[in-house]
């Protein structure tokens, strides 16, 4: 595949193993996005993470140096809002939800109707389930008695695992879903990256598919969300993805980059391809 990078106007990061790894911005991530400052280029951030609210990123991007705002920042609690307002009658219905105190100020804001405790006088029409970092055995067992009525879970994303520094990970939302199936036989909607519903933001601002890049370190999530979809990907190798899990994926990255410093380097023309293998 001929894929320019210079000709994209619109790059779509992951953050968790993209840009930084926790609290640690991964090196030429804030020379980047300031060469995208200089040059008025379009960037937005895509989360699958949805332990934290929108205004939580801001916050942290900020600190790190990395400019963003509410117009770019997009995530899998975003995604699962508006699957529910496509599908359920929200004026109506009632949800169970395991999430984050942050996930569920977002979930308030949008006048999604939930319960976080169970309520046997309270009915309810589906449990959704985020990457819940203050999960307890009593909220999967308030999960499990709705799920085992009503055999309906959402899920915000189907990740495994939440890479850190060092090496070290933690489990993310995907996983709780595990336990959740193997507790209760139920049907699961995922609704953040692969799932092309979490773009839309981005093409309501007009932009086309050619126009796009992906740029992430999870071949199951980011690069299948542009491989499915015909939109260019560049896996970096700072955080889930290795050399090793690339050969056996069934979805291929348009290109591979060492780290968005290599991006960086490229779209600055001091990188003569050393770093990027097609
Ligand atoms: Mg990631």
Known sequence: MNLILKEKKCFVFDMDG??????????????????????????????????????????????????????????SSTSTISYLKRNFDICQ???FIIGTPSMEEEFRKASINFITKKDEHTKIDAVVV???TTLTYKKLAD?????????TLIATNCDYICPLPEGEVTPDCGSIVSLLERTIECSVTYCGKPDIAILEPIFKQGFQREEMIIVGDRLYTDIALGFENEIDTA???????????????????????????????TLKNKNKNREIFR
């Not at 999960?143 to 055999?151: G, P, Q, R, T, V």
């Open 235 to 265: 896996l970096v190798l700072t955080g889930e993805a290795t050399p090793q899990t690339i050969v056996e994926s069934e979805v291929a990255p348009t290109i591979v980059l060492k780290s968005v410093e290599s991006l960086y380097l």
């Open 143 to 151: 999960a499990s008695y709705y799920l085992n009525m009503n055999k």
């Open 93 to 95: 219905q009632v949800f």
């Open 18 to 75: 993209t840009i930084y790894l926790g609290d640690e911005l991964i090196k030429g991530s804030y020379e980047l996005f300031q060469y995208f400052n200089h040059h008025n280029i379009d960037y937005f951030f895509l989360t699958n993470n949805s332990s934290n609210s929108v205004k939580d990123y801001i916050n942290k991007l900020n600190e790190m140096g990395i400019e963003s705002g509410e117009s770019n920042i997009i995530t």
């Open 130 to 132: 985020g990457f819940d």
